[in-house]
């Protein structure tokens, strides 16, 4: 008998179970009802009451491959097969192909991999060897970002997540990011929101002492803080700060990467190459847990005869390694980055500007690739937001509303405080986008009751 014929089979016995048993992330448990899924194909999810949705979240804007790719799942139920697990003390024909490939097509002489369970564990190991590699103890990083949950990370988060944290690790300053929306510099045109940003860090750098800082970690396309891309000329204009005061530059591509944003990297859209890059999620999509941390040879020189504290038994899992080969390889026989390039600047831009001009809630959309942000406002000419910043409850009425008519409708959306973002599996096709995006114009008119402005 196989031991998994007895796993709860319907919808109110995996309910009955999860209540009782299983305790969830960034949830109040009495709060929350989670919808078990019954099995998943391409875009599409499907409950136990045979209720079809089409997904615009990739559940945590990570399944870039879609569900149940045949070619990914037959290459992990073969690689299973040949071996189980391996310590990162040995050495493995996966890991060693997935670092090459990687390392391939990583910018620069970004070459090296040190491989970790998720984004959280790469951004903490990259802050470590950018602080051992300069001697150095100070991380600058961004408000409106988010970086993981673990306690350096969730400490580098420049969003409430870290609150409940607090105090959590030593050393780490918060500075603005560009964000011509909300401009906390007052810029009136992405051009000066980019030099202003800049002058922000320099700013910043002067009063910390440029000396005493390792590394400015940033996300390279800002992800659950509202996709917000930087404008042209500020990732370069960071290389150069970080050039000029010997600072390590970790570009954060956990959620931006992989194909998100239309390139491999996000990185590529600006020529830039950073010192490290974190990654995980669309590495393999999640089918097994894997990220890491890509490392220019300067730095991994560092750890050349001196030891890198730090590791994890299951860096370089051999079955994670190997859905990661398996995944980049069909991105690239699939052209998966390219359609989700082209769906960005060919369908999701124009049909989300269109959606923009007919819903006086919609304030913005902006984005690129498949990573799209609709951000809502009560009156376009503030810019007051449609539900108050971190809103929950009886607040965030406008938005639970705004979800729900998605959901009657079949589309499964993520909304963050004022906004919904439009984030599907980078493997989508242009037909499933129209209809997503139809659906959500329906939906938005439950926004525009509680616009305010005229
Ligand atoms: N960095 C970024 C930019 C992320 O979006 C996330 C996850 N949403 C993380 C880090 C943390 O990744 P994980 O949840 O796999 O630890």
Known sequence: ????????????????????????????????????????????????????????????????????????????????????????????????????????????????????????????????????????????????????????????????????????????????????????????????????????????????????VAAIILETVVGTNGILVPPDGYLAGVRQICDEFGIVYIADEVMAGFGRCGEWFAVDHWDVTPDLIAFAKGVNSGYVPLGGVVISERIARTFDERIFPGGLTYSGHPLACASAVASITIFKDEGIVENARRLGTEVIGPELAKIAERHPSVGEVRGLGVFWAVELVRDAATHAPLVPYNASGADAKPMNELAAACKERGLWPMTHFNRTHVVPPCIITETEVREGLGILDEALDVADRYYEGN
């Open 1 to 212: 008998m196989n031991p998994l014929d007895g796993l709860p089979d319907t919808d109110a016995r995996i309910r009955e179970l999860d209540r009782a048993h299983v305790f969830h992330s960034w949830s109040a448990q009495k709060l929350i009802d989670p919808l078990p899924i019954a099995s998943a194909e391409g875009s599409h999810f499907t409950d136990y009451d045979g209720t079809r949705y089409l997904d615009f979240s990739s559940q945590l804007i990570n399944a870039n491959i879609g569900y149940n790719h045949p070619k990914l799942v037959a290459a992990i139920q073969d690689y299973v097969g040949r071996l189980t697990t391996i310590a990162p003390t040995f050495a493995n024909d996966a890991r060693s192909e997935a670092a090459r490939l990687i390392a391939e097509l990583a910018p620069g002489d970004l070459n090296r991999v040190f491989f970790t369970n998720g984004g959280a564990e790469a951004v903490e190991n990259a802050m470590r060897m950018a602080k051992l590699h300069t001697g150095r103890q100070k991380v600058l990083a961004a408000y409106r970002s988010y970086h993981g949950a673990t306690a350096g990370a969730i400490t580098a988060t420049g969003d409430p997540r870290r609150w409940g944290a607090e105090p959590a690790m030593p050393g780490i300053v918060h500075f603005w990011g560009p964000y011509p929306y909300r401009s906390a510099f007052h810029s009136e045109t992405p051009e000066q929101e980019c030099e202003r940003a800049l002058q922000h860090l320099r700013d910043t750098l002067m009063v910390e002492g440029a000396h005493t």
